[in-house]
């Protein structure tokens, strides 16, 4: 089947480091259809400008995000003067430190950054503390924008709505560490649940031993994919009391503490 495609490119000749329409910088647009597979295209400069609206990225550095890793965050990026939602994505928070990117930023506005963390697992927005919620805010004077955001308890009702018919953009991303998370519940009786991210395909291995290192069960032993995974335990058979839970993937290893009460 073939698709039409068109490729958008400008020489930045006032060298100011952003796009200006032509005459400014000069901007040309070529199309093509593909339907063979690799497609080669000759362009000979002229001056048949176009203005192609150059849009550039916005990227947000999440740290510190250990309290969320594995819950379902929604974020998006709204022009603060008209409400005109630039683009949204949802992904499942994959560690500690992870970063999401949105396109389509026009030069020069004030954008508002809404993004919330669906805290209650029940797929909606719920205004904090049920869900919790941040607002950001940036001009893209300078074209493509970077902001760091620290976890934090300072959380804004973002009043989440569909601003305009633009549906989620579900983004997997993959963890960049890896990482065991206390199991929840804790204390449990007598079943809780443990997740841990993979930044790369390992052979995995959970083991559960008794406060004087007795191990009591074998949790996973595994090949694994990367991502973020959760692995049920039952520990029906055994007595209340303080157990270790520990990791091997790879060259990462790790411990846990948790509780059993019955």
Not at 62 to 90: C, F, W
Request: aromatic share 12%; net charge negative; charged share 20%.
């Amino acid at each position: 089947m073939s698709k039409e495609y068109k490729v958008e490119m400008y020489a930045d000749l006032n060298k100011n480091g952003t796009y200006d329409a032509p005459p400014i910088d000069h901007a040309w647009e070529i199309k093509f259809t593909n339907t063979t597979g690799d497609v080669a295209t000759e362009f000979t400069h002229n001056t048949d400008f176009k203005d192609v609206g150059w849009k550039y990225q916005y990227t947000l550095n999440l740290i510190n995000m250990t309290p969320h890793i594995g819950q379902q965050m929604y974020i998006r990026v709204v022009r603060s003067d008209n409400s005109e939602e630039a683009g949204r994505k949802s992904v499942v928070i994959p560690g500690a430190e992870f970063s999401i990117s949105i396109p389509q930023i026009e030069i020069d506005h004030d954008y508002n950054v809404d993004f919330f963390s669906d805290h209650n697992g029940n797929g909606t927005y719920d205004a904090p503390p049920t869900d919790h919620a941040w607002r950001m805010t940036f001009n893209s004077s300078t074209g493509n924008f970077v902001q760091n955001f620290t976890h934090n308890t300072s959380f804004t009702d973002i009043q989440w709505t569909d601003v305009t018919a633009v549906d989620d953009e579900i983004v997997e991303v993959v963890p960049n560490q890896f990482s065991l998370s206390q199991n929840y519940p804790n204390p449990f009786n007598p079943e809780t649940r443990i997740q841990f991210s993979l930044p790369e395909a390992s052979f995995v291995n959970i083991k559960v031993y008794d406060i004087i290192g007795r191990e009591v069960a074998t949790i996973v032993n595994q090949n694994m994919s990367s991502g973020i995974h959760e692995v049920p335990f039952n520990a029906s058979a055994l007595q209340s009391g303080v157990y270790v839970y520990r990791i091997s993937a790879n060259n990462f290893v790790d411990t846990k503490k948790m509780m059993l009460l019955k």
